[in-house]
């Protein structure tokens, strides 16, 4: 029989090999065998990847432990195929290594970049500016500053370079006069405001134009500048009461007398001012004028100026309170407010939404069954009862007509909770409730070496306890207890799969070991004997009784 | 050597129909059979001629080791084997279409070889 013609003759094939793509495969595969879409892979002809498998020919060749396909890529760095580059091995003297012709830099992976070989990144594709440069595998490595390539609506801009931004800008004046940004209020109102705006402005300058000369009067009576001015007003008295000014202004000291009135416009700024207060008699200096003259010019206007948006703060505080203490929210502790219904008035409330809603509601509500609240009586109870009783009668009598006026009769029967012994006990759960039951004797555990201890039995002779053979006694001997633990040795030896000749042996030692431990027991028994008798002894001798039974 | 099936040759040569045999080459049986079943379903997307995947008989490299690294001791012993599995896929297509059909995603550990019958 002929052979079956071959799908392939290998000798008039290319064979290829997909590889990672890397700097060795990518140069060799520069002719166009490049994968045009930039893939991980690459199909590179097997007679060029350098290694044993360019000189493979067919599988049966190899040697029986040799894989017949290594991997490219560890192929693709075999130092067989000649010399390193010269860049490679300057990098190889630079990191350290031994430079004896074996490239150690393909055991070393280089940081960011995977498995296998990189593509090349191509020059145009640096970042601009920083230091870039290329990595073993074409890695690419670039400076912290310039990390990414800037798309064309970008740009860099040093902000460092960048002027302070100042407060040039221009705004509209309904903007300005709202301008928030350090002060209540602006300092200074610029032009070009018309209308209702201007004359909000106007009114606003009035009040600050009175609120400052109360407050220029407040300082020149020597009180601190922060001092509220509601307190001055609150106890502001008549001009014709002395007495009351004396007492308003006890507390102050003034540098001059100067008479309280309640209409505060009279006195101009410039008469209250520091200069002014200077320029009066020494004798009436005080030190808080003295201190007030201390201040800079600048200093006192800054500090007028402060003092008077405090001042329009406040005022604006007030006009809000004012503004939103509405009398009809009233007190909310007062009683009535809390909202108190009669409950009895729920039903009617119902059946009114029920109308307003449509005859829907109120077809739910007829439809739903009464409920008759009862008293906490049995005799209603027994009255409903004896009801029910009747209509069941009727049902039997009559049948089917009688039922649905059983059924719409739902007794709901509210107990009020009674707490007597029976209902007290009754509320609780009868799982966890202590079931009475009769009382047993214990059972004793039979179980040896458990270590329980039983009822103490005493002998009618001695006294003593009597000593049961399975209780565990603890052995004063010992080679009683060597034994013992001899004894539970041979019984925990007994090993898996043993001889005969061993378990004769393991057996001969449980026995020596259970005859030592009756010989204790007897020493043990008669030590107790010779110790009765002894105390015998002692109390006959005590007593004077000659003859003790034994 | 046998002249390049493909890139230099020109357009019309590029879309000639060859034949071309792929095989893969894996230790794991399962991402082997993926690749595999990835590669037919692609080619027959591309309404190829398939054949395949013929499965080659496995490869096992066995490996019988003493366990003690002195000698002393019980006489036990460690068994390694490598299984390498082999399949084959014949396909009748143009160079850029195998191309496009080997660009997906392969499973690491599966080598592939693609040969390319010159005309």
Same mark, same amino acid.
């Given at each position: 029989?002929?052979?079956?013609?071959?799908?392939?003759?290998?000798?008039?094939?290319?064979?290829?090999?997909?590889?990672?793509?890397?700097?060795?495969?990518?140069?060799?595969?520069?002719?166009?065998?490049?994968?045009?879409?930039?893939?991980?892979?690459?199909?590179?002809?097997?007679?060029?990847?350098?290694?044993?498998?360019?000189?493979?020919?067919?599988?049966?060749?190899?040697?029986?432990?040799?894989?017949?396909?290594?991997?490219?890529?560890?192929?693709?760095?075999?130092?067989?195929?000649?010399?390193?580059?010269?860049?490679?091995?300057?990098?190889?003297?630079?990191?350290?290594?031994?430079?004896?012709?074996?490239?150690?830099?393909?055991?070393?992976?280089?940081?960011?970049?995977?498995?296998?070989?990189?593509?090349?990144?191509?020059?145009?594709?640096?970042?601009?500016?920083?230091?870039?440069?290329?990595?073993?595998?074409?890695?690419?490595?670039?400076?912290?500053?310039?990390?990414?390539?800037?798309?064309?609506?970008?740009?860099?801009?040093?902000?460092?370079?960048?002027?302070?931004?100042?407060?040039?800008?221009?705004?509209?004046?309904?903007?300005?006069?709202?301008?928030?940004?350090?002060?209540?209020?602006?300092?200074?109102?610029?032009?070009?405001?018309?209308?209702?705006?201007?004359?909000?402005?106007?009114?606003?300058?009035?009040?600050?134009?009175?609120?400052?000369?109360?407050?220029?009067?407040?300082?020149?009576?020597?009180?601190?500048?922060?001092?509220?001015?509601?307190?001055?007003?609150?106890?502001?008295?008549?001009?014709?009461?002395?007495?009351?000014?004396?007492?308003?202004?006890?507390?102050?000291?003034?540098?001059?007398?100067?008479?309280?009135? *309640?209409? /505060? %416009?009279?006195?101009?700024?410039? =008469?209250?001012?520091?200069? #002014?207060?200077?320029?009066?008699? $020494? +004798?009436? !200096?005080?030190?808080?004028?003295?201190?007030?003259?201390?201040?800079?010019?600048?200093?006192?206007?800054?500090?007028?100026?402060?003092?008077?948006?405090?001042?329009?703060?406040?005022?604006?505080?007030?006009?809000?309170?004012?503004?939103?203490?509405?009398?009809?929210?009233?007190?909310?502790?007062?009683?009535?407010?809390?909202?108190?219904?009669?409950?009895?008035?729920?039903?009617?409330?119902?059946?009114?939404? *029920?109308? /307003? %809603?449509?005859?829907?509601?109120? =077809?739910?509500?007829?439809? #739903?069954?009464?409920?008759?609240? $009862? +008293?906490? !009586?049995?005799?209603?109870?027994?009255?409903?009862?004896?009801?029910?009783?009747?209509?069941?009668?009727?049902?039997?009598?009559?049948?089917?007509?009688?039922?649905?006026?059983?059924?719409?009769v739902l007794v709901g029967c509210h107990a009020r909770e009674r707490l007597d012994c029976e209902s007290v006990l009754s509320y609780r759960s009868r799982a966890s409730s202590f079931q009475p039951a009769r009382i047993e004797e214990p059972r004793r555990n039979k179980q040896k070496g458990k270590g329980t201890i039983g009822p103490v039995v005493l002998s009618g002779k001695t006294g003593f306890p009597v000593e049961e053979p399975e209780?565990?006694?603890?052995?004063?001997?010992?080679?009683?207890?060597?034994?013992?633990?001899?004894?539970?040795?041979?019984?925990?030896?007994?090993?898996?799969?043993?001889?005969?000749?061993?378990?004769?042996?393991?057996?001969?030692?449980?026995?020596?070991?259970?005859?030592?431990?009756?010989?204790?027991?007897?020493?043990?028994?008669?030590?107790?004997?010779?110790?009765?008798?002894?105390?015998?002894?002692?109390?006959?001798?005590?007593?004077?009784?000659?003859?003790?039974?034994? | 050597?046998?002249?390049?099936?493909?890139?230099?040759?020109?357009?019309?040569?590029?879309?000639?129909?060859?034949?071309?045999?792929?095989?893969?080459?894996?230790?794991?049986?399962?991402?082997?059979?993926?690749?595999?079943?990835?590669?037919?379903?692609?080619?027959?997307?591309?309404?190829?001629?398939?054949?395949?995947?013929?499965?080659?008989?496995?490869?096992?490299?066995?490996?019988?080791?003493?366990?003690?690294?002195?000698?002393?001791?019980?006489?036990?012993?460690?068994?390694?084997?490598?299984?390498?599995?082999?399949?084959?896929?014949?396909?009748?297509?143009?160079?850029?279409?195998?191309?496009?059909?080997?660009?997906?995603?392969?499973?690491?550990?599966?080598?592939?070889?693609?040969?390319?019958?010159?005309?």
């Open positions: 029989m002929g052979r079956r013609r071959q799908f392939i003759d290998k000798r008039r094939a290319t064979t290829y090999q997909l590889v990672f793509r890397s700097e060795d495969t990518s140069a060799s595969a520069a002719g166009g065998e490049e994968d045009g879409c930039a893939g991980e892979r690459v199909l590179v002809p097997v007679d060029e990847l350098p290694g044993p498998s360019s000189t493979r020919d067919s599988e049966s060749s190899l040697p029986p432990f040799q894989i017949p396909f290594p991997f490219a890529a560890d192929a693709a760095f075999d130092g067989q195929d000649g010399a390193m580059s010269e860049e490679r091995r300057r990098e190889i003297v630079r990191l350290g290594l031994p430079d004896d012709g074996y490239d150690y830099l393909r055991h070393l992976r280089v940081p960011g970049v995977g498995r296998g070989g990189l593509e090349a990144i191509p020059e145009e594709r640096d970042a601009g500016g920083g230091e870039a440069r290329k990595g073993r595998l074409g890695g690419v490595f670039v400076a912290a500053n310039n990390t990414l390539p800037l798309s064309e609506d970008q740009k860099v801009v040093d902000a460092r370079q960048l002027p302070a931004l100042k407060q040039t800008r221009e705004v509209s004046g309904e903007e300005e006069l709202y301008d928030r940004t350090t002060s209540a209020f602006s300092r200074e109102v610029k032009g070009n405001i018309k209308g209702r705006v201007a004359r909000e402005v106007a009114e606003v300058d009035s009040l600050m134009a009175e609120m400052e000369a109360l407050e220029v009067q407040s300082n020149c009576e020597g009180a601190d500048g922060l001092e509220d001015d509601f307190l001055l007003e609150a106890t502001v008295v008549p001009a014709n009461d002395t007495m009351g000014a004396f007492m308003h202004t006890r507390g102050r000291v003034m540098d001059h007398a100067i008479p309280v009135d *309640a209409d /505060d %416009e009279e006195y101009s700024v410039e =008469e209250c001012s520091p200069r #002014a207060a200077g320029n009066r008699d $020494l +004798e009436t !200096r005080s030190v808080f004028s003295e201190r007030w003259l201390g201040l800079s010019e600048a200093d006192l206007e800054g500090r007028r100026e402060r003092n008077e948006n405090l001042r329009l703060l406040d005022e604006r505080f007030e006009q809000m309170i004012l503004k939103y203490d509405d009398d009809e929210l009233g007190c909310l502790e007062e009683k009535g407010i809390a909202g108190e219904r009669d409950m009895s008035e729920v039903g009617e409330v119902l059946i009114d939404i *029920a109308e /307003d %809603e449509g005859s829907g509601g109120m =077809e739910a509500l007829a439809a #739903a069954p009464k409920v008759a609240m $009862l +008293e906490d !009586r049995d005799d209603d109870v027994i009255a409903i009862t004896k009801k029910l009783q009747r209509i069941n009668e009727s049902v039997a009598g009559n049948g089917h007509g009688a039922r649905a006026a059983w059924e719409d209780r565990h006694q603890p052995s004063i001997d010992s080679d009683a207890s060597a034994s013992k633990g001899g004894t539970d040795k041979a019984h925990q030896n007994r090993k898996r799969g043993e001889t005969t000749e061993e378990r004769k042996a393991r057996k001969a030692a449980v026995k020596c070991g259970n005859k030592e431990a009756r010989v204790a027991k007897k020493e043990l028994k008669s030590l107790y004997r010779k110790e009765v008798v002894r105390q015998q002894k002692q109390t006959s001798a005590s007593t004077g009784v000659s003859v003790v039974p034994l | 050597m046998a002249k390049p099936a493909y890139g230099k040759e020109g357009y019309e040569d590029a879309l000639q129909a060859h034949r071309i045999r792929i095989t893969l080459t894996s230790r794991n049986v399962k991402s082997l059979e993926k690749v595999c079943a990835d590669l037919i379903k692609n080619a027959k997307e591309k309404d190829l001629k398939v054949k395949g995947p013929v499965r080659m008989p496995t490869k096992t490299l066995r490996i019988t080791t003493r366990k003690s690294p002195c000698g002393e001791g019980t006489n036990t012993w460690d068994r390694f084997e490598m299984r390498i599995h082999k399949r084959l896929i014949d396909l009748h297509s143009p160079v850029d279409v195998v191309k496009q059909i080997t660009s997906i995603g392969i499973e690491p550990g599966v080598e592939v070889e693609v040969t390319i019958a010159d005309v």
